[in-house]
């Protein structure tokens, strides 16, 4: 049996992210300046940017710190897997594809 840490793709646990941003708070992904976007930098990160820092971004969204990596937010502490670089490639085609689709980049 294998590990959820390791073994769930990251494009399902940035999309447990967005759903959950999606729901506190629509429209987020307007918010985002993917040029800073940086996953693995407390400031500009996703929430970083949108909630000012890493921290209140969790607090704001009922999740513990330990959790962030299970909405994409973050990777895993016991999983070498989940490298920022990927991390930041997920968040920014989905940020990409949700501006596409809100009509405009």
Known sequence: MGDFATDTPIPLLVAQGVALLDIKRPGWFKD???V???LDN???CVLGQIYGYFDPGLRNLGIIED???KFGFSRSFDSNMRTWDEL???WTVTIISRR??????
Do not use: H, K
């Open 42 to 44: 407390c400031n500009d």
């Open 36 to 38: 800073r976007l940086e």
């Open 67 to 69: 959790d962030a990596w």
């Open 88 to 90: 930041n490639e997920v």
């Open 100 to 105: 596409m689709r809100e009509g405009g980049l």
């Open 32 to 34: 985002i300046d993917l």
